[in-house]
């Protein structure tokens, strides 16, 4: 079985992909396999969970033609501080939302 950090965070990787595709959880391989076609959404809403790792990952479904709104990206400072700026220098750019 997971130790229960990485279940959660498997778990809350299901939860935000869940928005775009069928997703199934196998805890036994430590595994999520993606069923389907990935629907073609306008916006994404990706949580992050205040987790760095979680922002970086959000933001570049980016690169596949979709807007998406990274909850707390300013956690991505933890290990990558430049992150928005050199993901800027790919052509993305990053706005502050309410």
Known sequence: SLPGMDKDRL???KQNLSSLAH???DQTKFS???EGRM???ERVIWETYQDHRFAMA???L???NRKVE???IESVSKSFPNFTN???KLGYSFRMTE
């Open 11 to 13: 778990a809350a990787l």
């Open 23 to 25: 997703i199934v959880l």
């Open 32 to 34: 999520l396999v993606v």
């Open 39 to 41: 629907e073609d959404l």
């Open 58 to 60: 959000g933001a570049l």
């Open 62 to 64: 980016a690169t596949v």
């Open 70 to 72: 990274v909850n707390e």
């Open 86 to 88: 050199e993901f800027e």
